[in-house]
């Protein structure tokens, strides 16, 4: 009896977090402590071990000691990122699901705030900003950093319609898969992943490529989601990731490719390669989103009324390649597997007949910090915080931190100007946080929705609340570099 109300005691989880793991347990132990400042009990914290080594389980198994929450599970074999990522979400227990990576984290304070939001008022989704860290091991001086948009920090947030993002992606107008409703660095609710996996044979990653493949696909399938104008996720780079070495791969014997090629090799021996009629070594995301949406529709993922325009899409794939010409390669050595992707291949390689015989040097796989600009170092914070993922959220905490929480901006609806160009908008949204009081009042009745926010502590615009965040980023850089600073 004493087991059965123990077990019956215990909160079914809001949230669950799944990070899929594989051989990094440095990162991976900086990950879960980087949780434990995350204090709701509704959260639910599964590892999903890709068949590491031991030194996977004996991190996992430090941070259970201190974190409850966190649950371990482990494929039984070496499997593909599609198939681990699978195996994640199919484990978890929560009513909404979030998948972050090994060397990733969240801004402080933010899970706790959507476990408050979401218990108040559901929503099909959450999409938000990201923080990018890049960790020491790809700095090129040693020494992490990440790049402060102030403007993406303290814009509130509202509960709205997806239907804006569903057409854009289908469009090729967003800026690529990141900029559509997540579940890799978003959230989605469990009835929209039965809904996906409920048309799709019980699986809800039906491509190689599961995070391209979901973020085109989410925002059909929802009817509200949750804009948080704020980052919430921080997305971490660093040594080892397979994302990162595959989008560089240039040759076989590359040697930042070790880790590419591994990717490669799993998505081929994967059982959805068997029956895929397209080419996972091809880099170009857009060709990656162009077949996620065809396979999509396939399965009937897509409304009756969108079909999606090759003609619009393989003049993305081309301009992406125009962007970055070392991923020329396989598109010209690679043999099309269907009718239609004979008719891309042929067009890719007409157009890009002057780079046939050229050889290009992928970009270095360390990342130059921007110098100068709104930069968080954590070293420069002078707060005895380790330079690693959780470093970083209590840097950025330290920088936005002003008593409040930066997520409790509620913005107010104002429809009429929903289809104001994105550049008038920020325009708008500046003049309004730089005018008189009395003035905001009147320009903020003219603005759209996601920037008029309700009054917070007598403020009408978040720039007064941005501006700050960048005085003290420069004034960190001051006291640490002295007067001599540009």
């Not at 914290?45 to 941070?63: C, H, M, Y």
């Not at 990733?104 to 900003?129: F, I, N, T």
């Not at 992943?193 to 696909?217: C, E, Q, T, W």
């Not at 007598?458 to 640490?480: L, M, S």
């Amino acid at each position: 009896m004493a087991s059965l109300l123990e077990t019956s005691s215990k909160p079914k989880p809001l949230i669950s977090v799944i990070i899929p793991t594989r051989d990094r347990p440095e990162t991976l132990a900086s990950c879960l402590a980087a949780l434990l400042h995350h204090k709701s009990g509704q959260i639910e914290i599964l590892v999903q071990d890709n068949f590491s080594g031991p030194e996977t389980r004996k991190v996992v198994k430090a941070a259970q000691k201190r974190d409850q929450r966190i649950r371990y599970a482990r494929s039984k074999f070496s499997t593909s990122q599609r198939h681990n990522f699978e195996l994640g979400l199919a484990a978890a227990t929560g009513d909404y699901l979030s998948i972050i990576g090994d060397d990733d984290g969240y801004c402080l304070g933010s899970l706790d705030w959507l476990v408050e939001r979401l218990s108040r008022k559901p929503a099909d989704a959450v999409r938000w900003h990201l923080l990018h860290y890049v960790w020491p091991t790809l700095s090129t001086d040693g020494e992490g950093f990440s790049r402060i948009y102030t403007s993406k920090c303290y814009g509130g947030w509202r509960y709205g319609a997806a239907k804006e993002i569903a057409a854009n992606t289908i469009a090729a107008k967003n800026i690529g898969s990141w900029d559509n409703v997540l579940v890799y660095h978003g959230m989605i609710s469990r009835k929209v992943y039965d809904r996906i996996r409920a048309k799709s044979n019980g699986v809800f990653f039906s491509y190689l490529m599961p995070d391209v493949y979901a973020h085109n696909l989410i925002a059909f399938h929802c009817d509200e989601i949750l804009q948080v104008e704020n980052p919430v996720s921080i997305y971490g780079t660093s040594g080892h990731s397979a994302g990162v070495s595959w989008s560089r791969v240039v040759e076989k014997k590359s040697k930042n490719s070790d880790q590419g090629q591994k990717w490669i090799i799993e998505n081929q021996q994967d059982p959805f390669a068997a029956k895929a009629d397209w080419q996972s070594d091809i880099r170009t995301i857009r060709y990656h989103d162009l077949r996620g949406l065809e396979v999509a529709q396939s399965h009937g993922l897509l409304p009756e009324n969108v079909t999606v325009d090759r003609e619009i899409w393989t003049k993305a794939i081309l301009d992406e390649i125009e962007k970055q010409p070392w991923t020329i390669g396989p598109w010209l050595t690679a043999k099309p597997k269907s009718e239609l992707d004979a008719v891309l291949f042929q067009k890719v390689r007409k157009h890009f007949a002057r780079l046939a015989k050229k050889k290009f040097k992928a970009p270095e796989s360390k990342y130059e910090p921007p110098y100068p600009d709104m930069l968080l170092r954590v070293r420069h914070l002078g707060l005895g915080l380790n330079d690693d993922v959780e470093g970083a959220m209590l840097g950025l905490h330290a920088l936005l931190s002003d008593g409040s929480s930066i997520y409790d901006v509620e913005l107010q609806p104002n429809p009429a100007y929903s289809n104001l160009p994105y550049g008038l908008r920020s325009v708008a949204a500046e003049a309004v946080g730089r005018a008189p009081p009395f003035w905001r009042k009147i320009l903020a009745k003219f603005l759209p929705e996601r920037y008029v926010p309700r009054l917070v502590n007598g403020e009408i615009a978040p720039i007064d609340r941005q501006n700050r965040v960048a005085q003290r980023i420069i004034d960190v850089r001051r006291n640490f570099h002295g007067s001599n600073l540009d």
